[in-house]
């Protein structure tokens, strides 16, 4: 049963992973409308947790151009099972893409700081590999060729 | 002696791995630091670039904490989830939570993990893509959600407004004269909103399945409120549906209503349909009430009274059982 809510779309799945899963959706994944479908997400949860006595409840969020959200009911031995098995990420490898991450979240929250709070720290600027062609970014630069439509 | 839940509670924090890593007691790879939430790698990532965003005060799960922190550790996980998606150029991001033992939760802190997806990352189940549980009180929850992410949004400051609202509102079209019939109202006003509607099948849709929304959005938007001047908009549902059902017939397309089908037919249906079946045998008179409701399910419905269907489909069971 599909209904909109709001700027939203809710779904119950009459076939759901488990008895007690809501899907919610939305066109935008920008972050005030994540934070909006989360705040809703954690309300269906403590709802699901009252009217399912679910034991515990698990809040997944699919974002890419849009967002969805899948909101479960969970009790032992339902049958999901999230576990993953860890990657292997060597330690020179841990460290660039901490370096990268730290350099695009540096300006999170800064948007109304004045241009001098636009620049990321220095450690932080060292932290990123230069960009060459090299062996290294291969793999990264036919990445970005399989994007490009 | 039995210790009060506070007590409890400060043993959790003294004992958190998590606490312990916000103190600095405890290595990390920080990735990002405000005054209230952590973010850092995980050490056993489920992919390249999987960070662990978390409070720096101890919540053990997301309904306790506080809701201005819930709206900030989503934001945040939105945020992060492209800039980790930029760094290990992945297609999309999956943000996972999980509360309570049942759940998955490992840690008695609040954690959502962020993990760059990529096709075939062996991480599937993240998507959900084996559903076979039915949900028989699909019905009855979806009403039930729907009013609660309403009041939700309204508390939110944000107003709700259909999914896809006409941007260039054509001139509203003159109101219905009055005393005519339903359809003819819309028969008036087809010429100026047909533009709009051609080129919106989202509002469309929604005005077909769902018109009492349609009028609450309405209500709400000025904007709205004058595209729709002197429109019946169950009247405009009820004719965009027969159209719908008319190019189906034209095109061989359209489903039969249960009025169409013999009594051994419409039982399979029901048999078939949980949701349906636990509705028409335990809460006839709500069936009825959504079906009137609904513009597909009336016109599936037409003509047959549902307390004698319910009535007869009880006996039926009866006799299967």
């Known amino acids: ?149 | 002696m039995s210790e009060s839940p506070e007590q409890l509670l400060e043993q959790q924090k003294r004992n958190c791995v998590f606490c312990k890593i916000v103190a600095g007691e405890i290595a990390s790879r920080k990735v990002f630091e405000n005054e209230r939430f952590l973010a850092v790698l995980d050490i056993n990532p489920a992919a390249p670039g999987h960070i662990l965003l978390l409070p720096k005060e101890h919540f053990p799960i997301l309904p306790l904490l506080p809701e201005q922190q819930q709206r900030e550790i989503f934001q945040l996980a939105a945020s992060l989830g492209e800039a980790a998606k930029e760094a290990v150029i992945a297609q999309r991001v999956t943000v996972f939570s999980a509360s309570g033992y049942a759940a998955g939760q490992q840690a008695p802190h609040l954690l959502l993990h962020i993990i760059p997806r990529e096709q075939g990352d062996g991480l599937e189940m993240l998507d959900l893509e084996q559903r076979t549980t039915s949900q028989p009180d699909a019905l009855a929850l979806s009403s039930l959600f729907e009013k609660a992410v309403l009041q939700m949004l309204e508390h939110l400051g944000r107003a709700p407004a259909p999914p896809s609202a006409p941007s260039a509102p054509e001139a509203p079209p003159d109101a219905a004269s009055e005393g005519s019939s339903e359809t003819a109202e819309f028969e008036d006003s087809r010429a100026a909103l047909e533009a709009v509607l051609a080129s919106n099948p989202d509002l469309r849709k929604l005005i077909m399945a769902q018109p009492s929304l349609v009028e609450d959005y309405v209500e709400k938007s000025p904007k709205l409120r004058r595209l729709f001047e002197g429109v019946n908009i169950k009247a405009l549902s009820i004719a965009l549906n027969r159209q719908e059902e008319a190019r189906k017939d034209a095109a061989g397309e359209r489903r039969k209503a249960a009025r169409d089908l013999t009594e051994e037919e419409l039982f399979r249906f029901i048999d078939g349909n949980e949701g349906l079946r636990t509705w028409l045998l335990q809460h006839p008179q709500e069936l009825a009430a959504n079906i009137n409701a609904n513009p597909r399910l009336q016109a599936f419905f037409e003509g047959v009274d549902l307390m004698d269907l319910s009535r007869r489909y009880r006996e039926h069971a009866e006799r299967g059982a």
């Open chain 1, 1 to 149: 049963m599909k209904r909109a809510s709001g700027p939203f779309t809710l779904e119950v799945p009459e076939q759901g992973a488990v008895r007690g899963h809501v899907r919610m959706s939305s066109s935008s994944a920008a972050p005030d409308d994540i934070a909006a479908l989360g705040m809703c997400a954690n309300v269906l949860s403590s709802i699901l947790f009252e009217r399912m006595q679910a034991q515990g409840t698990n809040i997944i969020m699919h974002l890419g151009q849009g967002a969805e959200v899948e909101v479960l009911a969970r009790t032992e031995g339902d049958g999901l099972d999230f576990r993953w098995a860890p990657k292997q990420v060597d330690p020179g490898r841990f460290e660039e893409i901490q370096g990268r991450i730290q350099n695009k979240a540096f300006f999170i929250g800064k948007d109304q700081a004045g241009p001098s709070a636009r620049e990321p720290p220095a450690q932080n600027a060292a932290a990123l590999p230069e960009h060459h062609a090299d062996e290294g970014d291969e793999d990264e630069l036919v990445k970005h060729l399989y994007r490009i439509p």
